[in-house]
Structures are given as C-alpha cells and as structure tokens.
C-alpha cells in the first residue's frame, strides 16, 4: 500500500527535528554535548515531587488526582499561576489560564487555532525550531519578523497576500530567546505590538525562559505592556505562552497559556477534542511543588546556570579563533555562535562528533527558509564548568583548523 496517497498533504511539511536526534546522543558517555536545551536533571526539585505526588494521592484526593477532569485545567494551579502573572504586571483571573501539556501544545494548538493554509506567520529569523514544527502542519508561508527596522505593515500585507493569504500572527522569544539567548529589549516589545496594531494580528509571547535571568533589570512581557496601553486583559492581542518545564520539571509536560477569555475559549474547545485534559495528577504535583518553594529553587538554579554561562563565555574568549562571535545572554540556556561565512554548521558537526566527540546544533535547523548554514547554538544547561571548558578548547581547535 502506498501511504503517501493516504496522508494528508501537510506531511510533507513535517520532518523530524534535529534535536530531538542530536538527544539520542547523551547516552553516549564520552560525547561531551552542547547540543540539548534541557534542564539538568540533577537540580530537579525530587523530594519535593515525592512529597507532592504522596500529598495528591492521599486519602481525599486521590479520586480527583486520578480521574477525569476539566479542560480549563487544575483550578488551584490556575489560580496560583494567575497571581504570577499579577505580579509580571498582567492582571488576570483563572478563566484567563488554559493549562496545556507543556508550553509546545500551546503552541500546536495556536497554529491549529489562527493559520489556514496561505497564511502567513511572522517569525524570528532564525527563531524556536519547536515552533516552526508547530506550525509547519497548518500550511503557513513565513516572513522575517523584524523588530528594529523600518519595514512597513504595508510591505508585510503586501507580500502575506501575493503568498494568497493574510498575515495572522507575529510569534517572538522574548526572554533569553531559543536559539540565540538574545533578549527582545522594550523598543523592540513596544513595535513589535504597534506593528501587529496596524496588522490588526495575534502577538505570541513564547515566555518559556522568562524566571531564567541571570544579568540585568527585567522587561515587562509584551502582554502587561499592552495591558499598560489597553486596559485589559479582553482587549489585548497578545497571547502569552509559559512554561514549568525549564524551571520544576519538563518531564511533567505542563504549560499554560495566558490571555483573553475570547482566546482561551475556543482553546477550550481544541483542547476537548485533542486530549479532554492535561494529566490532573502532574498539575496537582506540580500546584503543590510551586506553592511551596518555586521562588527558592529558580533562585537556586539561577546561580548554578549562571556560573555555566560564565564559563561558556570565558571559554569561547579564550578558545575561539578570530571571524567566530557568540552572543552574550543575560539568562536562558543557550549561546548562539556565528562561523566564518563560509563554514557550515552540519558539516562541522559531523567532524566534531568524529573527532572531538562534542556535540551541538548547526543553525540552519533554526531558519524558516533553512539559511543560516554558517551558525550553530551551544547550550551551556548540562554540563559543569571544566567540562564546558574542555569541549569548548576541543571545538575551537576543529574551527581553527577549518
């Protein structure tokens, strides 16, 4: 039988990532990877998920742990999200949640919710390879989401409806962004938001990496930004996508979405027909785990992650051939380095994994149009100082060389 006559043709815009491959690779105990944008698993909060699953299936909760429940979401987690919101400046009650299965969900979902095939979605450039996948289902064609320029709403029009179809939503990284670790700075946040005004389109704030600042004064979301312009809540634009999975477990796959109850509304109704509901049990654990102690541990993770990205730093300044450069985030997982112009990241990485046995991403993955051969992300989350600074000794010398 041949399946291709079969498949719906949006398959062939789906391909396997790059990163959920290069994982396979921390099995292997002499590869020294950069390449998985993960927690490290040692400063997971254990005792405390011990204690909260021990807590949500004790006698008089269990039944509500392991049974069915609403979409909307645990509402005691709900509730304690919404306050965390309250004080990033966005006022907001639990009908402004949707608990999703981890923040990529939410994602998918809003792709499902606002792209007809022909759309288009703007987007970083390069941007989140998770959220290209995302979106790849739903038929978009992309444009480079410029945040700082003078490229006109009309010119993004213009070119959306040439491509047979209308601009939908701008989709930005705002905190210590997957893949570059760059940080989108107020300017940018205020055009990007006057820019979708004009489109009269959706923003998606993907915050995943928001509670993760090592350096710095921290910038308003884009959605308490707009809530400082609009009002309300009801009357923004902006949807806000977080996350637990960098900061108590990703394991747990859970998210939340924050925005309009028009919005989350007709979330509601895709997350019925997709799954009825996240894991109850994991919401539970997870209420428990972040009412007890979620602003000490981020702080604890916080000083561990910025003394990596310290070291990864001072390893790039002191390995690092001239005609390399990397940028230099503020808090987040990753460093994005940018090769000589003639040098390809996948190439590289073959030689690297032969030879030097370190691992990382090459950049292109990163690009809606697959440019960006010359680059490659670095995450600095899983592994200790000495050994950041020997992969990075072992990978400068393969560039120099090249």
Known sequence: MDWNTIFA????????????????????????????????????????????????????????????????????????????????????????????????????????????????????????????????????????????????????????????????FAYASVDFANPTGETLDLAARQNILALADDLDCAVIEDAAYQSLRFDGDAIPPMLAIEIMRKGSIEDCRTIYCGSFSKTLSPGLRVGWICASKDVIGRLVLMKQAA??????????????????????????????????????????????????????????????????DHMNGADLLAQSLKSQRVAFVPGSAFYADGSGTNTLRLSFSRADAPTISEGIKRLGALIAAA
């Open 9 to 168: 043709s949006r398959m062939g815009r789906m391909k396997a990532s790059e990163i959920r491959e290069l994982l396979k690779l921390l099995d292997q105990p002499d590869i020294i990877s950069f390449a998985g944008g993960i927690p490290d698993p040692a400063l997971f909060p254990t005792a405390a998920f011990q204690t909260a699953f021990a807590d949500a299936l004790s006698s008089g909760k269990q039944e509500q742990a392991l049974q069915y429940s609403v979409s909307e979401g645990y509402a005691p987690l709900r509730k304690w999200i919404a306050g965390q919101m309250e004080k990033l400046g966005v006022p907001c009650d639990i009908d402004n949640i949707l608990i999703t299965s981890g923040s990529q969900q939410a994602l998918d979902y809003l792709g499902k919710l606002m792209l007809s095939p022909n759309d288009t979605a703007l987007v970083g450039w390069p941007t989140y390879l998770g959220a290209l996948g995302a979106f790849n289902a739903y038929e978009p064609h992309y444009d480079r989401l410029v945040a700082h320029g003078n490229r006109s709403a009309a010119d993004y029009a213009e070119t959306a409806t040439a491509n047979g179809g209308r601009v939908k």
């Open 275 to 340: 799954d009825l509901h996240s894991s109850t049990i994991n919401q539970m654990a997870i209420c428990h785990v972040a009412e007890t102690m979620f602003d000490d541990h981020v702080a604890t993770i916080r000083d561990v992650y910025r003394t990596r990205r310290d070291a990864m730093l001072d390893a790039l300044q002191t390995h690092m051939p001239k005609g390399v450069h990397w940028t230099k985030p503020e808090g987040g997982m990753f460093v994005w380095v940018t090769l000589p």
